[in-house]
């Protein structure tokens, strides 16, 4: 599992047991402190209750997920391939490959396009978006939806739980305005520790609120896009080498602009974009909040074809000719 694989990670198992601290946290408070009190002897305690434990229940399962989901990482051949021919080539190669397939030096292996290697689960992974330590794996073609499900249900709980503290807080303030001012005294300790509670879970929830919705906003546009970052930032240092070299060689006459083309841009519409994340029929039925349906499969059965000897002959054989011609 790359759960077990990436264990080892101080900063992911810190960032797992915190994630879960929050949550649970954060369901006592609004039980214990919010519900019982405000609610204590109308429906809407129950009704509450049962909508935010719902909800934390679909992002505990959502981040199982996405922690326990194999991202899409290229399986490693079961003998050593030989790539004495490639070596001396191998950054050229990696700019130009064949067909999009590229050599990773670290995996020591083929793989395929738009795959990246990951240096703390040190494994190459299919159309890598980037290594979450909230999850404690990598975010790739495979689980990319279970992430997004993950920060749609963390924003969420986030908004629902101020929302309620913030309404216990003020039904809290008129009680007291209200009531007899000789119990103050006797409830003044009860009443810092749940004032302590509530700033507590408001900072909670506010920073945890901002920081997955700007990701769920920059994993959406990713998907539209179809542009990953590390996509995002080869193309813009791209773009600058161009320009740069165009800008520092003024003899070369040419009315040519700096080349501006991305090499992974595509004109699939911005549905079908989706569809290959969430599925064919999760958009229309609102099927991508639930962490059940799994994501379409990548169209090329790249697990099998990857490590047979025939596709290894027909890539080496494709590869070579590009370092003879080098040579020469």
């Not at 929050?22 to 019982?36: C, T």
Request: charged letters at 20%; one cysteine or more.
């Amino acid at each position: 599992m790359a759960f077990l694989r990436c264990r080892r990670d101080p900063c992911g198992v810190i960032c797992l047991v915190l994630t879960y601290f929050s949550v649970f946290y954060a369901d006592y408070v609004v039980i214990q402190y919010v519900l019982i009190p405000a609610y204590a002897d109308s429906v809407w305690g129950m009704l509450h209750g049962s909508l935010f434990n719902l909800i934390l229940l679909l992002l505990l399962a959502c981040h199982s997920k996405a922690v326990f989901s194999d991202p899409g990482m290229v399986p490693l051949p079961d003998t050593a391939l030989d790539f004495s021919d490639l070596r001396s080539q191998s950054s050229r190669m990696n700019e130009r490959g064949c067909e999009g397939w590229t050599v990773c030096s670290r995996c020591e292996t083929y793989r395929p396009p738009r795959a990246h290697h990951c240096r703390v689960c040190q494994r190459c992974i299919r159309r890598m978006d980037h290594h979450c330590p909230w999850i404690n794996n990598c975010v790739g073609e495979l689980n990319q939806k279970y992430f997004i499900q993950f920060l749609f249900y963390t924003g969420v709980a986030s908004l629902y739980s101020m929302v309620l503290v913030v309404w216990a807080w003020v039904w809290r303030i008129r009680n007291e305005r209200e009531g007899d001012a000789d119990k103050e005294g006797d409830e003044s300790p009860s009443k810092h520790l749940i004032v302590a509670h509530y700033l507590i879970l408001l900072v909670e929830s506010v920073l945890f609120g901002v920081f997955v919705m700007v990701i769920f906003y920059d994993q959406l546009i990713s998907i539209i896009t179809d542009e990953t970052p590390i996509e995002q930032m080869k193309n813009r240092l791209m773009i600058r080498d161009r320009s740069s070299s165009f800008s520092s060689s003024p003899s070369s006459a040419s009315p040519q602009q700096p080349p501006h083309h991305l090499p992974h841009a595509t004109r699939k519409p911005k549905l079908a974009l989706l569809r290959e994340v969430f599925g064919r029929a999760s958009l229309s039925r609102f099927g991508f909040l639930l962490a059940a349906a799994a994501p379409l499969q990548p169209a090329i059965s790249w697990r099998n074809h990857l490590l047979r000897p025939a596709r290894l002959r027909r890539l080496t054989s494709n590869l070579r000719p590009l370092t003879c011609e080098r040579r020469s």
